[in-house]
């Protein structure tokens, strides 16, 4: 792609546009949750949770940083890129086998983050039942 984007800025918003713009990076706090336009030009609208089974926003002196990469494997563009200090990062497009063991990385994070054991679960109804968050 020739359009391609080689800096993102920052948009700190309370919800998201309803036509996003090429070459900014919109994050709202209230929803944990950002989007942006592809950064290859292709349009697609990319949105990323920012949450821990997601992404990380990281802000410093006016510029941010998103971790880990954005592999758009579900595009036609298959673009995949970081972005550190607001500035476009690219790599090499994912293969079917790389999108499909980030797809299973994925499912095992979220379910590994979001693991609660037995006895977890116990202490937190205990808790419920008396009150006690």
């Known amino acids: 792609m020739t359009n391609r984007v080689q800096r993102l800025s920052l948009v700190q918003c309370q919800s998201f546009p309803t036509t996003l713009e090429s070459g900014l990076f919109y994050y709202s706090d209230d929803f944990r949750s950002s989007a942006h336009l592809c950064a ?3 349009e ?3 949105v ?3 949450k821990p089974a997601g992404w990380r926003l990281s802000l410093t002196a006016g510029t941010f940083t998103v971790s880990p990469s954005v592999g ?3 595009f ?3 673009s995949h890129y970081l972005i550190e200090k607001g500035r476009v990062v690219w790599l090499s497009p994912m293969s079917d086998g790389e999108a499909e063991a980030s797809r299973l990385r994925d499912q095992r994070h979220i379910r590994e983050t979001y693991a609660i054991s037995v006895w977890q679960r116990f202490v937190n109804s205990v808790k419920w ?3 006690k968050s």
């Open 44 to 46: 697609k609208k990319v």
């Open 76 to 78: 036609a563009c298959r």
């Open 129 to 131: 039942l008396f009150g």
């Open 72 to 74: 758009n494997r579900e």
């Open 40 to 42: 290859c030009g292709c």
């Open 48 to 50: 990323l949770p920012i």
